[in-house]
């Protein structure tokens, strides 16, 4: 027997632009309004929960898929979440999409008293996360169709076709990445975000033997760099300084070492905020120039193997002899260097 199971998400807003429901994978996130009047009207308090619901189907008894259906729910809302980065410009104001209806602003209640005059105190709520809802509208559509996200969508769905690994890397990174979005953990987002870099970029059992990763994030970024200026010499002069001048190379390092060290040593201090939007930063070249060419990145062997070719090339000073021209660098950074 198949049930549809309906779900209020908080926290994202549909418009007309995206036709009032948007598909992720197997969920399909819809506006109230474009539910059957029959379902709706048999359940009005229900439907009052919130403006966008999740829905999605599946074949059994309610005791037998209830559970596969709402984790299936919570990880397509964390990779909804995930199309805001880049998107919205800092960590701190993007806000995870989850299921259970409207989702008010968290806050910390604290008590302040004063040492000197022990009758003057302060209590309050202080607001963790005072952001806006993600909106599906105009705008978002526009960059996700440019960017990663869409073809990020199409590669799950099937629509193009790659190595099935590969799809299922690039899904338990998105995960990854999407289910940290708006928390205010950092130092979780920033070894997540280094699980989802780890996932996409290395084979299994890679992290023992040092500074691969780190190599192959380089090599995408600085071939980035170098394709969007190629056929331009004046263009490519001006890239190449602005990768050193804003230490790229420095960076990247820079944010690996404090990887290691908070995951070998423990040491929380060492990551700042700043580090964390640099991984994002990278996150967000990397998927966007990985999944625009499926018929290249067929599988992450593949990927692999074009990165530690730039690579080599990089460090022997030779320039490849062919470049994709539409390879893209997204936004920009201040390195903090």
Known sequence: ?????????????????????????RVTFVHKEK??????????????????????????????IEHQCLELVREECSILSLSQLGYVPKSRRMRPIVPGGGVGIPSLPFLAVNHGDKRRSLQKHSALLPVPELYLDGRWKSWQDTVFFTNLL???????????????????????????????DLLKSFIWNWGALE?????????????????????????????????????????VYDW?????????????????????????????ALDLEFTDHLLVNVFTNLLRFPQVFRSKAEVIKFADEIEKNRSQGVSPRQRPLDFMFVGSFHTGF
Not at 3 to 25: A, C, H, M, N, Q
Not at 157 to 175: F, K, M
Not at 247 to 262: A, E, P, T
């Open 244 to 272: 050193w001048t804003k230490k790229y190379d420095d960076r990247i390092n820079d944010v690996y070492d404090k990887r290691n060290r908070l995951l070998h040593n423990g040491e929380r201090e060492c990551v700042a």
């Open 154 to 184: 199409a590669i799950l769905q099937g629509e193009r076709e790659v190595d099935a690994c590969w799809r299922e890397d690039l899904r338990r990174a998105s995960l990854m990445v999407g289910e940290c979005v708006g928390t205010e």
């Open 1 to 25: 027997m198949e049930w549809t199971f309906i779900i209020p998400v908080g926290s994202v807003g549909l418009t007309r632009e995206v036709g009032y429901e948007y598909k992720v994978d």
């Open 199 to 239: 996932t996409v970029l290395t084979r299994r059992g890679e992290w023992r033997t040092g500074k691969k990763l780190p190599k192959r994030v380089r090599a995408l970024l600085y071939w980035v760099f170098y394709s969007e200026s190629a056929g331009d010499d004046k263009k490519a002069s001006q890239e």
């Open 35 to 64: 539910l059957p009047p029959e379902v709706a009207k048999g359940h009005p308090k229900f439907f009052e929960q919130a403006e966008t619901f999740a829905v999605v189907r599946e074949t059994g008894t309610p005791d037998e």
